[in-house]
């Protein structure tokens, strides 16, 4: 194959997962954007509202886990078209939801949808795009990802003030049918690799699960963990957060999260450069973390005036987006090989696991009356983050020596 037509086939397979990721992340805010219709409609708590995520992350983790094994087994396209399908019914469902038992009905489908995104992306990238360009396809998923958050709360918010919270969600039934149909027009660059004839394992499945001993596979797992935490703080209640902190308006509060995604996008894709031309991955990200975290607690203690609130959202996100791409290098280098999507599923459903804590945990923080304490709380867990990302890296390092041939 040609240079130019390797190029064309990898640019493909990275749009195409890039715009699945994008529909994914757009459905872990639906509901969050949509809290302060919810809230009154159905007489809720925020800690309530929090259960609705947190209960929509408790599935998709649970399933991500399970899931990289399907992918393994079965195909990452397969899989992937299930989880597409599964979005758009659940929005269906919440779009028609009469009760409080109704949202949580949907919310639980949804995370069914999201449950096999990571472990089927991650799978194909890594099967379908040459490895020259693998940190800029690993940026990109991650670039799509952002977008798709900042898109939903503007989509969703614009919908329902013009019309109703029921019209917002069943418009977004129709963003993954719409994917769906475009996924399937292209299945053939999608297309499972081969699988190789699988050598005997012990009785019990040891070669399959062996992967799980391996210490580095828990510290990407307790990182994920840490860092969504600090995320699912900020998805559910940073415009609320800083409404409160700042007397800002709802608009400007909603335009300055949005500006974090977008910023996040921004620093991913310089991220993607930044990782493709190094190893020391786990030193990236602990720099652009812990100015992450700085930032954050700056915005926590409000002693900066409300106009900065956006500007400063945004480099928060900035400096997030930027340790994206040597995250998922970092992973890569430590997992075994042969167990993409078994790794990646397991991996990533840490930051299911977060994103189900975050929400309920700081809702608990905004029912307090405390909104200073969830940009503080964000700092905190951005920079426990910082600690398993330099244990994960110091633990290849030593890998990288040990395997290296003698002069």
Wanted: hydrophobic residues 55%; glycine residues 12%.
């Amino acid at each position: 194959m040609s240079q130019d037509s390797t190029l064309r086939a990898d640019a493909r397979v990275i749009a195409l997962v890039g715009l699945a990721h994008g529909t994914s992340h757009f459905y872990h805010l639906i509901l969050a954007a949509l809290f302060p219709w919810l809230k009154p409609a159905f007489g809720l708590s925020y800690a309530e509202l929090g259960l609705l995520l947190t209960a929509f992350f408790v599935v998709s983790g649970v399933g991500q886990a399970l899931a990289g094994f399907v992918v393994d087994k079965v195909g990452a396209r397969s899989v992937l078209f299930f989880g597409m399908t599964m979005l758009g019914v659940s929005a269906l469902v919440l779009s028609v939801a009469g009760s409080y038992a109704a949202l949580m009905a949907g919310a639980l489908l949804a995370g069914v949808g999201n449950s096999i995104f990571h472990p089927a992306d991650y799978t194909l990238l890594n099967q379908r795009v040459s490895r020259a360009r693998l940190a800029h396809g690993f940026s990109v998923h991650g670039i799509s990802g952002n977008i798709g958050w900042a898109a939903a709360p503007l989509f969703m918010t614009t919908v329902a003030a013009f019309s109703s919270w029921r019209m917002a969600l069943a418009s977004a039934a129709s963003l993954p049918f719409l994917v769906l149909a475009i996924l399937m027009l292209n299945r053939a660059h999608l297309r499972p690799e081969p699988k190789p004839v699988a050598a005997p394992v012990a009785a019990g499945g040891e070669g399959t699960l062996s992967f799980l001993r391996l210490r580095a596979v828990w510290m990407c797992f307790a990182f994920f963990f840490l860092t969504a935490v600090a995320l699912g703080g900020i998805q559910a209640f940073a415009s609320i957060g800083l409404m409160q902190l700042y007397g800002i308006s709802r608009e400007l509060a909603t335009g300055s999260y949005t500006a974090y995604m977008l910023a996040s996008a921004g620093g991913m894709l310089l991220g993607g450069f930044v990782g493709a031309g190094r190893q020391d991955h786990d030193r990236t990200v602990a720099i652009a973390f812990a100015v992450a975290a700085a930032l954050a607690l700056l915005l926590g203690v409000a002693v900066v005036p409300g106009w900065l609130a956006l500007p400063l959202m945004a480099l928060v996100g900035f400096f997030s987006g930027i340790a994206g791409p040597s995250r998922d290098l970092m992973i890569r280098a430590a997992a075994p090989k042969n167990a993409t999507g078994r790794v990646y599923g397991i991996v990533y459903s840490g930051l299911d696991a977060g994103l189900s804590v975050g929400p309920a945990l700081f809702g608990l923080v905004m029912d307090a009356g405390h909104p200073g304490w969830l940009f503080a709380g964000i700092a905190l867990f951005q920079s426990l983050a910082i600690v398993t990302a330099v244990g994960v890296g110091g633990g290849t390092r030593s890998g990288r020596l040990q395997n290296a041939p003698l002069a």
